[in-house]
């Protein structure tokens, strides 16, 4: 999927998220720079953020959306309901664009009621890999949006890394898996590489030696389709340094941390929405 020649896109919030995906959206070519508005809250941050991204930046968000046939709201959820009414106020949805919102714990029908009009409102969960072109994404519909509204805002994410369709319902736990996984593999890599280092490698040699290996297990995963269980069994062998190695990480309760961790991300994602109501 290609975005139309024709898509003109505001990112409301440019962010961490906001410039990962705007930078993402221009470095995989998908769409040129003078297509994109991004804004910010305060003047004070202007200057700042305009050196760190190749798309214009401003303050208006009315503005901004008048000007989209796509509307990324990527704002903290509690300022969407916010924002949202104000563009609706300002008359920046009387053309109808697509919506889509980035923010994690504000269902489809907050921001549908905030807009006080039918309009078309996708979810999306991205995270910060998109930069690269190595995000996950999962997008559900909002009520008065079909197929074709699920089509456009896939074709938006698609070049960034990988999409998937889901019920809305899964989004909080979408949230606590793939948006804030990236920092939980982080420490992983972290301490990995603490460990080398300990062993007497050089930081940077234990730093890459981890960050492979995690980017080359993951894409073992992904392409065999064989589960990762499975892919492990293929590591181990009888009475060797790795099973050894395992046994210990399972003393420290490494699996059920992890586990627990993506559990409480979920319930942190699932009471952003309820901050953001009124």
């Known amino acids: 999927m290609t975005l139309p020649e024709n898509t003109k896109v505001a990112l409301l919030g440019t962010g961490t998220m906001g410039r990962a995906l705007g930078q993402g959206l221009i470095e995989s070519s998908s769409i040129e720079a003078s297509r994109l508005q991004g804004t910010i809250r305060h003047d004070a941050r202007l200057a700042s953020l305009r050196d760190r991204v190749d798309f214009e930046v401003g303050t208006d968000n009315v503005a901004a959306a008048k000007g989209a046939n796509v509307v990324m709201i990527c704002t903290k959820p ?83 890394g990988r999409v998937l ?66 892919l492990k069994g293929d590591v181990l062998t009888p009475a060797g340094c790795t099973i050894s190695a395992l046994l210990a990480m399972e003393d420290g309760r490494l699996r059920s941390v992890l586990a627990r961790g993506v559990q409480e991300a979920a319930r942190t994602a699932s009471q952003l929405g309820e901050q953001s109501s009124p």
């Not at 905030?114 to 078309?120: G, L, T, V, Y």
């Not at 074709?148 to 074709?155: P, R, T, V, Y």
């Not at 050089?202 to 730093?207: F, G, I, K, N």
Request: glycine fraction near 10%; charge should be negative; proline fraction near 5%.
């Open 78 to 160: 509690v300022r969407v309901r916010e924002v949202v009414a104000e563009i609706s106020a300002g008359g920046a949805l009387d053309h109808n664009p697509l919506i889509v919102s980035v923010a994690a714990g504000v269902r489809t029908a907050e921001i549908e009621a905030a807009a006080a009009r039918e309009c078309h409102v996708v979810r999306a969960m991205p995270n910060t890999p998109c930069l690269i072109g190595e995000g996950m994404t999962v997008i559900c519909s909002g009520k008065h949006a079909d197929d074709s509204h699920l089509d456009l805002a896939q074709k938006l994410f698609e070049p960034l």
């Open 165 to 230: 369709r889901l019920d809305e319902d899964h989004m909080d736990t979408v949230t606590g898996l793939s948006g804030s996984g990236p920092a939980f593999v982080y420490v992983i890599i972290e301490a990995l590489s603490e460990g080398g280092v300990m062993m007497g490698l050089p930081r940077q040699v234990a730093t890459e030696l981890a960050s492979q290996t995690v980017k080359g297990a993951a894409r073992m995963v992904l392409e065999t389709g064989r589960h990762p269980a499975s």
